[in-house]
């Protein structure tokens, strides 16, 4: 199962997001991220989303940014956005009712905002948001990976 974690310059929350799930699921499992803008493309995250991320003992130091593309719509299963905006802008990409469905945010009606203006504490606390988010995600996935292993035999 592939998944897929959506911010807006792919360089704060959604490569902790991917890191910290990749974190709790393991095997069958991918864990990737992407931004909507392309303006960071390249770039490792951001200095403070590895320092708090090292702080819980997750090494997110080697993701490189990148844009979200349309043909993430094929490789992924599940499609998470931080914030709504990053939502619609993902949505507007979709064209068909399958794409669609795959993208949902984060945590449902709760949006992860962006630290990127603040300081430790906001990175902080969206590590704790995004640690919960990706804690009730990793365990529903489990649930649906042995659901359609079971549905197999």
């Known amino acids: 199962m592939k998944i897929l974690m959506v911010c807006l ?11 910290i799930l990749q974190a709790k699921l393991h095997g069958d499992f991918t864990v990737d ?13 951001d ?6 991320a ?9 993701q490189k940014s990148r844009p979200f593309t349309t043909e993430d719509f094929e490789t992924y299963d599940h499609i998470f956005c931080m914030d709504r905006n ?3 802008d ?11 469905e795959k993208v949902s945010l984060l945590a449902e009606n709760l949006e992860v905002p962006d630290p ?14 995004l640690e919960n988010a990706c804690e009730k995600i990793a365990k529903d996935l489990k649930i649906k990976k042995k659901g359609k292993k079971a549905a197999n035999f």
């Open 9 to 19: 310059g792919n360089i704060c929350r959604s490569p902790l997001a991917e890191g």
């Open 90 to 100: 993902v949505l507007a990409l979709a064209k068909t009712d399958d794409q669609r």
């Open 47 to 52: 200095y403070r989303s590895i320092e708090i």
């Open 54 to 62: 090292d702080k819980y003992n997750i090494d997110i130091s080697n």
């Open 86 to 88: 990053n939502l619609a």
């Open 116 to 129: 990127y203006w603040g300081d430790m504490k906001d990175f902080d606390e969206v590590f704790q948001l």
């Open 33 to 45: 991220s992407a931004g909507t803008i392309d303006m960071h493309e390249g770039e490792m995250p």
